[in-house]
């Protein structure tokens, strides 16, 4: 059997735009560092996102400079800025990256899942959800490399206009920022916690009325929940008496139980505790406000294989979540299948359209 002689065109000549002088003494890591910089405003950010000390940082990018031939910042005031050189190569470098990660991606299709690797980018709230399922998805993915940068609703839009991430979770689709496809995974039911010496917890059907005399605890500006609850109480003409803002819904379950406020959280932010620790759930009309939590990425954009089966693993384990969901509060059962059958309405509807 004759074997096929593999012909190679010797007469193949680099493009006249080839960067000779940059690819000798330039690299793909002070690229990295540079763009962080610019991204992020900072060298010290840029050098904890990197995991880098920050003289590293700034020797990589006087480096960067030297190639160039031209300073890349400036500073103003206790900020640094990009000279116009800086803004060229920080489109140049977006360019780049953009065009590796799509070779990352179409390389990681030919492996198949063997190996590859998920950036996701998630709400603050949803860190109580989101390692549950990519554990999951790791044990039966081992040779997926994860990536999980947790910040808040503000950040995490910030995050998908720059193309950061594979996917992204969160409680509630853009709207009007941009175009995005989103699909509904898990429910999230909203409830208002007080601290379990409180008595209100022995009170049924709570008006929210009495519920705004209460001291209140909000998460700070920009994040969803607190969103919701502003509007929740406007739509009845009332406000929460507002005691403290605070980042994080840690620090706000730390304060419930110190006895310094109630505060609207998400029932995820018990998982590990249950509803019967230092933190109690209230019986308060209009409450459980059953929201849900998306996987959403920008209209358009090009899924890897992994982050289409990781897509498609968490939508099809939405029942598992919604029955961790009733047992840590069984009187959410009536309210979930109501829920799920009204989105089953809603796509039926769809469908016929």
Sequence with gaps: MKRKRVSFDNSYTPPAAMPDYLIRHATLR????????????????????????????????????????LPLFEHVGRNVEPTEAGRELYDACRSMFESLANLEMKVSDLKGLKRGRLRMGVVTTAKYLAPDILGEFSQLYPGVDLALKVTNRESIIDRMHTNEDDLYIMGQAPEGEFE??????????????A??????????????????????IIREPGSGIRDVTIRTFEAKGLRPKVRMELGSNEAIKHAIAAGLGLSVLSLHTLTLEGTEGPVAVLDVEGFPILRHWYIVYPKGKELSLVARTFLEFAIGNEPNIRKRVQ???????????????????????????
């Design 30 to 69: 002070q690229f990295q560092v540079f763009e962080a910089i610019v991204r992020l405003g900072s060298f010290t950010r840029a050098a904890e996102e990197l995991f880098l000390t920050q003289p590293t940082v700034s020797m990589q990018i006087k480096k960067l400079s030297d190639s160039i031939g």
């Design 180 to 193: 995005v496809e989103s699909h509904v995974f898990a429910p999230n039911p909203l409830v208002i916690m």
């Design 327 to 353: 047992k840590m509060w069984p009187a959410l059962k009536n309210l979930l299948n109501d829920g799920k059958a009204g989105r089953a309405r809603k796509k039926k509807v769809a469908a016929k359209k």
């Design 195 to 216: 601290s379990r010496s409180h008595p209100l917890v022995a009170k049924k059907k709570i008006r929210l009325a009495e519920i705004a005399k209460e001291p209140f």
